[in-house]
């Protein structure tokens, strides 16, 4: 088979690199890719949010299935546009993804099919928003409705700082139309996960329980970035607290979608807060999580090829999933001043090979240039590894990062401490 998968970060070199491993897979395309995936397949330079195109490129080039990774494309509705050209695509329609592309239609969904979640207040007009803030205690979460490039969500202190978020998101417009209305968000204390499901419509399976680190600095502090690093499973996330999430949410989600005729085949991302009142819902994603993945792919034992297709032909109940039982974690190398501003082009040293089979680096923001590798982008480098314990997985990865340096090159020295 030929796959084209859509994007070029770390998540999407992680699906190639496993999809690589199937014996049916004969060649991977990536659009636009990186320097890691130009290793195991080829980049192409096609416009993602050209639909016309994309769907002609794919005719032309037999591809049989299309995996799309970043939201953008998915919220554009390039998902429908590959289906009426009876293109097999991996990634659910516009409607569907929805449920990530407005937070307002997430939190109205999430009352409607009781699913639990913080208590909101959604405005559209700036004084209404900011004379019910006057009402409100501290600390309390202003949210962008809107797709914001993971920057749309600001946990405001004090009254200030939320009527300053109100007035840059709704007056100044710094996320464009995104920002034109708000969910302004009681704000939830616990410990926060990231819950993946594959879904075929109507069954769903669920993947091992994860964390990603948001904040650019250790200890969760500085501004939030697309995420610096993950583990995989959590110790502490027991299996009733996994049935509790599925019966509750994610079961709930698909069914009430389906009942909306917003069908979802694709991979549904909740993130989720365990509070003291139990799991609850922050967002949903509409997709396969970044850096998420790097690990999951890493700890999946079947034939990823196997479970896209039984999700796209709705037989995932008779798909068995198999996880593997150990360890995983993902360091993110980023580059100097991400997530703000930072140069692209420095050269990247491989201090030292990194040997045996349990590690292994994926490319996010990376180019090849002359055999050599060059930054390319915010988040530059995952490594992995897998590992019987957390402590033994982390181990292994810190090791290996090491053993990697570009000029300002930053990263956090705790991904996972916290649960050890
Ligand atoms: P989001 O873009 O919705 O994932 O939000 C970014 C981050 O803001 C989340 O990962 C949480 O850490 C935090 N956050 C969002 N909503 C809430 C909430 N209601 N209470 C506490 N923290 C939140
Ligand atoms: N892990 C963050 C995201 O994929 O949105």
Known sequence: MRILIIGGGGREHSIGWKLKQSKKVKKIYFSPGNGGTSLIGKNIQIDNSNHQKVGSWAKKNKINLVVIGPDQYLAEGLADSLQKKNIKVFGPTKIASEIEWSKSFAKQFMIEEGIPTAKFAIFNNFEKANSYIKKQKFPLVIKADGLASGKGVVIAKSFLEAESALKEMMKKKIYGNAGSRVVIEEYLTGKEISIHAFSDGKTTKLFPSSQDHKRI?????????????????????????????????????????????????????????????????????????????????????NDLLDILFSCIEGRLSKTKIKWKKESASCVVLASGGYPGKYKNGLSIKWISDIKGTSVFVFHAGTKKVKNKFVTNGGRVINVTSTGRTLKNSLNKTYKAVNTIDFKGMQFRKDIGVKSL
């Open 217 to 301: 600095f250790d200890s969760d502090s500085g501004p939030n970035t697309g995420g610096m690093g993950t583990i995989s499973p959590l110790p502490w996330v027991t299996k009733k607290l996994m049935l509790e999430i599925h019966k509750k949410i994610v079961k709930p989600t698909i069914k009430g979608l389906e009942k909306r005729n917003r069908k979802f085949v694709g991979v549904l991302y909740p993130g989720i807060m365990v509070t003291k009142q139990g799991p609850k819902v922050i967002e949903f994603n509409a997709r396969f999580g970044d850096p998420e993945t790097q690990v999951y792919m890493r700890l999946l034992e």
